[in-house]
């Protein structure tokens, strides 16, 4: 689990830190706070990963250099990188002796590293697993993303209601990055495109009058277990070529001076800026499309220096397009081998083509991008050309199998047509690459027969799927030390690189003392969380209540709204027998909900104002505590996962792409409750039907609801609990000073469709919480399936996913 710490070891480790605090921090260690010895350790940490670093990038630049993936992604979501450093580096318990001997503690050091949050959720917390496990494996791949001087905003609650501030990450300095400036690029945007052809006849065009922007690498290394490979991730930044304007400074012009440097650098400034306008939609597709093109140039480099011809750049290097946010790279290849490598469209096109791989994100058509033509013809000409021709020799391919049908041309064109033409990203990505994949079994079965269905028909030999993963490095070595420990006592530790090991569990299920130690460690969990809640909010919670959590991103489909309706019906029903017998339990919800998102943040305000009234009732608070915890982010998923005991996994079905967090609840011994969604269906064929709590449609009910013509009051007649929960909102309870502040959730339910039909899966879902609640109280039996769900999470290692990338995608092997 860790190098064997002997005092040579410490000592050395001691020195180099005391070092650091010397020669980078220019301070002795006396006048150092907590925030000069996290920065002192964390340098520490960086110097013993670099040599393993250096090794791995001049394997790169061999002759014999193997093929190598370049995963392309807008997010990724990396917590603290310290903990996870020591861990994979083996140097954890050393550096915990090395600190004690100074009088300082370790965890003291690692509370005060900033998340380096540069993702919204899931789609970017499964990139940051996905280089853990690359690494591990020692395969030849490398992140690259880009470095946003603001990550996820900092969640704020006010008076229940969510306020959004800036999240500067990198306010105290960065330790783990390195900058490469001998590695800039140059992005262009604007301009025009002029077109001519040679004496041959051969045509060339060339993009003119661009308005350049530097594209600045920072480098961070990404060490695998044990440290045989350290991979990079690479972000990149926006820099002014022109920088500061000294004769308008000089002219008393101060302002513009400084404008166009600070225009240039607001395209890496924030994470996904608000798109409902025009500039704000702009400032997207240039985030993409500076990504795109510093990625690609970097790729062409490498090649180019292996001295190869262009033609077997598909044998040498593969793109991982993660969801269609990077899919502005298929034109921008095809716009770098064409104008400036100067193949002919076919050979470009034939290059292009075997060197992406596409994975689709969602089953939410209204979530797959669209770009104005307009947009994209004025930002990127010269790409606008190279799409139109795509989608021209796209159509006659659909053309030659499906003579004269018109609708599949319209309905399959790249360029949407009717109104204000659109450039539909998702197609472009499909087209252009040589594989699509989804990201768990009954997503892809989805994406296949109903997304883009007319897709599969025509390259069925490209659609597959990669059911996603977690690192048991982050989510068990690292968050659940206990738990780790307890696990590798009975079974060795080859389970940290092999997760398939934890099978040998199952025999302990049997083990009466072994469940006990189980308990004891779930129990432990919870006292670190409610201390953790108790500094956060303030409020005291009940450790042997159930620890019901509900921890993602704020969204509809996602259901939030649907655990607060069952926490008012649990809190009529105490209400209206305070002297019953109840099983206590505590409701946590956590997340963040896109600025814009109206209902979104109105659901939040919900379960604040819920919170409210339930933790202050002295006839219910003894049952029933519901919480928000402000500020979701990967260190508090760190807290709550280990102590969670239900595991909240309910969005409609045939709504949810895979989900990863059912994955790492799971693997701590949480038990799910949730509909047949995403990778719920591969969880429940794993751990068993008796291990987890599946309630209300499947995608074959939603989809017959739909069709048959649903009418959400069929499922809240006069006096069922759902009813009398809305009648409650309905009244103003849960907030008098606003009465009809929650009319439009009340409304999404009752005169809106309830398009993610909450009311048709109420009862299943509260008759499955009732169960819970008999069956929590039988604590033996429930430590027993909680072992049988870590025992049966083998298949849920991303290093498994990545194995399969490695051999049914990107075709690349170990260094």
């Given at each position: 689990?860790?190098?064997?710490?002997?005092?040579?070891?410490?000592?050395?480790?001691?020195?180099?830190?005391?070092?650091?605090?010397?020669?980078?921090?220019?301070?002795?260690?006396?006048?150092?706070?907590?925030?000069?010895?996290?920065?002192?350790?964390?340098?520490?940490?960086?110097?013993?990963?670099?040599?393993?670093?250096?090794?791995?990038?001049?394997?790169?630049?061999?002759?014999?250099?193997?093929?190598?993936?370049?995963?392309?992604?807008?997010?990724?979501?990396m917590g603290r990188t310290l903990g996870n450093s020591l861990i994979n580096c083996g140097f954890f318990d050393q550096a915990d002796s090395a600190l004690k001997e100074l009088g300082v503690e370790l965890e003291d050091l690692l509370d005060e590293e900033m998340d380096a949050g540069l993702g919204n959720g899931g789609l970017g917390r499964l990139a940051a697993c996905f280089l853990d496990s690359i690494a591990s494996l020692d395969l030849p791949g490398f992140g690259s993303g880009i470095r946003y001087d603001y990550g996820i905003f900092r969640q704020k609650i006010d008076h229940g209601h969510q306020l959004e501030e800036p999240d500067n990450w990198l306010?105290?300095?960065?330790?783990?990055?390195?900058?490469?400036?001998?590695?800039?690029?140059?992005?262009?945007?604007?301009?025009?495109?002029?077109?001519?052809?040679?004496?041959?006849?051969?045509?060339?065009?060339?993009?003119?009058?661009?308005?350049?922007?530097?594209?600045?690498?920072?480098?961070?290394?990404?060490?695998?277990?044990?440290?045989?490979?350290?991979?990079?991730?690479?972000?990149?930044?926006?820099?002014?070529?022109?920088?500061?304007?000294?004769?308008?400074?000089?002219?008393?012009?101060?302002?513009?001076?400084?404008?166009?440097?600070?225009?240039?650098?607001?395209?890496?400034?924030?994470?996904?800026?608000?798109?409902?306008?025009?500039?704000?939609?702009?400032?997207?597709?240039?985030?993409?499309?500076?990504?795109?093109?510093?990625?690609?140039?970097?790729?062409?480099?490498?090649?180019?220096?292996?001295?190869?011809?262009?033609?077997?750049?598909?044998?040498?290097?593969?793109?991982?397009?993660?969801?269609?946010?990077?899919?502005?790279?298929?034109?921008?290849?095809?716009?770098?081998?064409?104008?400036?490598?100067?193949?002919?469209?076919?050979?470009?096109?034939?290059?292009?083509?075997?060197?992406?791989?596409?994975?689709?994100?969602?089953?939410?058509?209204?979530?797959?991008?669209?770009?104005?033509?307009?947009?994209?013809?004025?930002?990127?000409?010269?790409?606008?050309?190279?799409?139109?021709?795509?989608?021209?020799?796209?159509?006659?391919?659909?053309?030659?199998?499906?003579?004269?049908?018109?609708?599949?041309?319209?309905?399959?064109?790249?360029?949407?047509?009717?109104?204000?033409?659109?450039?539909?990203?998702?197609?472009?990505?499909?087209?252009?690459?040589?594989?699509?994949?989804?990201?768990?079994?009954?997503?892809?079965?989805?994406?296949?027969?109903?997304?883009?269905?007319?897709?599969?028909?025509?390259?069925?030999?490209?659609?597959?799927?990669?059911?996603?993963?977690?690192?048991?490095?982050?989510?068990?070595?690292?968050?659940?030390?206990?738990?780790?420990?307890?696990?590798?006592?009975?079974?060795?530790?080859?389970?940290?690189?092999?997760?398939?090991?934890?099978?040998?569990?199952?025999?302990?299920?049997?083990?009466?003392?072994?469940?006990?130690?189980?308990?004891?460690?779930?129990?432990?969990?919870?006292?670190?969380?409610?201390?953790?809640?108790?500094?956060?909010?303030?409020?005291?919670?009940?450790?042997?209540?159930?620890?019901?959590?509900?921890?993602?991103?704020?969204?509809?489909?996602?259901?939030?709204?649907?655990?607060?309706?069952?926490?008012?019906?649990?809190?009529?029903?105490?209400?209206?027998?305070?002297?019953?017998?109840?099983?206590?339990?505590?409701?946590?919800?956590?997340?963040?909900?896109?600025?814009?998102?109206?209902?979104?943040?109105?659901?939040?305000?919900?379960?604040?104002?819920?919170?409210?009234?339930?933790?202050?009732?002295?006839?219910?608070?003894?049952?029933?505590?519901?919480?928000?915890?402000?500020?979701?982010?990967?260190?508090?998923?760190?807290?709550?996962?280990?102590?969670?005991?239900?595991?909240?996994?309910?969005?409609?079905?045939?709504?949810?792409?895979?989900?990863?967090?059912?994955?790492?609840?799971?693997?701590?011994?949480?038990?799910?409750?949730?509909?047949?969604d995403g990778a719920n269906v591969e969880i429940k064929d794993a751990v068993g039907d008796d291990n987890i709590y599946i309630f209300g449609l499947d995608v074959d009910g939603v989809t017959s609801l739909n069709q048959n013509g649903y009418n959400p009051h069929d499922y809240m007649p006069q006096g069922s609990h759902l009813k009398n929960a809305l009648d409650l909102i309905s009244s103003g309870f849960f907030c008098p000073e606003d009465p009809e502040l929650f009319r439009p959730l009340v409304d999404s339910l009752t005169i809106g469709g309830d398009h993610y039909k909450l009311a048709a899966d109420f009862e299943s879902y509260s008759d499955s919480q009732?169960?819970?609640?008999?069956?929590?109280?039988?604590?033996?039996?429930?430590?027993?399936?909680?072992?049988?769900?870590?025992?049966?999470?083998?298949?849920?290692?991303?290093?498994?996913?990545?194995?399969?990338?490695?051999?049914?995608?990107?075709?690349?092997?170990?260094?």
């Amino acid at each position: 689990m860790a190098s064997k710490v002997t005092k040579t070891a410490v000592k050395k480790f001691k020195e180099a830190f005391q070092k650091r605090v010397d020669m980078t921090l220019a301070k002795d260690l006396s006048e150092c706070n907590k925030h000069d010895l996290y920065m002192a350790l964390a340098y520490t940490v960086r110097d013993l990963q670099v040599e393993a670093w250096k090794k791995t990038n001049h394997k790169l630049s061999s002759a014999d250099a193997p093929k190598r993936m370049y995963y392309i992604s807008l997010e990724f979501l990396m917590g603290r990188t310290l903990g996870n450093s020591l861990i994979n580096c083996g140097f954890f318990d050393q550096a915990d002796s090395a600190l004690k001997e100074l009088g300082v503690e370790l965890e003291d050091l690692l509370d005060e590293e900033m998340d380096a949050g540069l993702g919204n959720g899931g789609l970017g917390r499964l990139a940051a697993c996905f280089l853990d496990s690359i690494a591990s494996l020692d395969l030849p791949g490398f992140g690259s993303g880009i470095r946003y001087d603001y990550g996820i905003f900092r969640q704020k609650i006010d008076h229940g209601h969510q306020l959004e501030e800036p999240d500067n990450w990198l306010r105290f300095g960065n330790p783990w990055e390195v900058v490469r400036p001998e590695r800039k690029r140059v992005v262009k945007f604007y301009g025009h495109v002029e077109c001519y052809k040679d004496h041959d006849g051969k045509q060339w065009c060339t993009w003119v009058d661009t308005e350049d922007v530097l594209a600045m690498p920072y480098d961070t290394p990404i060490p695998g277990f044990s440290m045989g490979t350290v991979n990079t991730l690479r972000l990149w930044s926006a820099r002014s070529i022109f920088g500061f304007n000294l004769t308008d400074f000089n002219q008393g012009d101060f302002i513009n001076a400084n404008i166009q440097k600070s225009l240039t650098e607001n395209i890496t400034k924030v994470l996904y800026p608000n798109d409902n306008n025009y500039e704000g939609k702009e400032l997207r597709l240039k985030q993409q499309y500076f990504l795109a093109s510093a990625t690609l140039a970097d790729m062409i480099e490498d090649f180019k220096e292996l001295g190869l011809p262009m033609s077997d750049l598909p044998k040498k290097a593969v793109c991982q397009l993660n969801d269609t946010h990077p899919a502005i790279a298929v034109p921008e290849l095809m716009r770098l081998l064409m104008d400036d490598e100067g193949l002919t469209w076919d050979e470009a096109w034939g290059i292009s083509r075997q060197v992406f791989a596409y994975t689709n994100h969602t089953l939410l058509a209204e979530a797959l991008e669209k770009w104005s033509v307009d947009l994209i013809e004025n930002l990127l000409p010269r790409h606008m050309q190279i799409i139109y021709e795509i989608n021209y020799h796209f159509l006659r391919e659909v053309a030659q199998k499906y003579p004269g049908d018109n609708d599949r041309q319209r309905d399959m064109s790249i360029i949407q047509e009717g109104g204000e033409k659109m450039v539909r990203m998702a197609y472009l990505a499909i087209v252009g690459s040589f594989s699509v994949n989804g990201v768990a079994a009954m997503h892809t079965e989805l994406l296949k027969h109903d997304l883009v269905r007319e897709f599969y028909d025509l390259y069925p030999e490209k659609f597959n799927n990669k059911t996603n993963g977690i690192t048991p490095r982050r989510w068990l070595r690292k968050c659940n030390p206990e738990l780790s420990e307890l696990i590798t006592s009975k079974i060795g530790d080859k389970w940290v690189t092999d997760l398939d090991e934890l099978q040998k569990l199952i025999p302990f299920a049997k083990d009466k003392a072994f469940r006990k130690e189980i308990s004891k460690i779930k129990k432990n969990n919870k006292i670190r969380l409610a201390e953790y809640v108790k500094n956060l909010t303030g409020d005291e919670l009940d450790v042997n209540s159930i620890f019901d959590i509900q921890v993602k991103r704020l969204h509809e489909y996602k259901r939030q709204l649907l655990n607060i309706l069952h926490a008012i019906h649990l809190y009529q029903k105490i209400k209206a027998n305070p002297k019953g017998h109840y099983t206590p339990r505590t409701i946590i919800i956590a997340g963040k909900a896109a600025p814009g998102y109206y209902m979104a943040k109105l659901i939040i305000k919900m379960v604040n104002s819920v919170s409210a009234i339930v933790n202050n009732d002295p006839e219910v608070n003894k049952f029933l505590k519901v919480l928000f915890l402000p500020n979701y982010s990967v260190s508090m998923a760190e807290v709550l996962v280990p102590a969670t005991d239900l595991s909240e996994q309910i969005s409609t079905a045939g709504k949810e792409a895979s989900g990863t967090g059912n994955m790492k609840f799971a693997l701590n011994g949480a038990l799910t409750i949730g509909t047949l969604d995403g990778a719920n269906v591969e969880i429940k064929d794993a751990v068993g039907d008796d291990n987890i709590y599946i309630f209300g449609l499947d995608v074959d009910g939603v989809t017959s609801l739909n069709q048959n013509g649903y009418n959400p009051h069929d499922y809240m007649p006069q006096g069922s609990h759902l009813k009398n929960a809305l009648d409650l909102i309905s009244s103003g309870f849960f907030c008098p000073e606003d009465p009809e502040l929650f009319r439009p959730l009340v409304d999404s339910l009752t005169i809106g469709g309830d398009h993610y039909k909450l009311a048709a899966d109420f009862e299943s879902y509260s008759d499955s919480q009732e169960l819970v609640s008999n069956d929590f109280i039988k604590e033996d039996d429930w430590a027993k399936r909680a072992i049988l769900n870590i025992a049966n999470m083998g298949g849920f290692s991303s290093d498994r996913t990545i194995k399969q990338y490695a051999e049914e995608i990107w075709d690349i092997k170990p260094y």
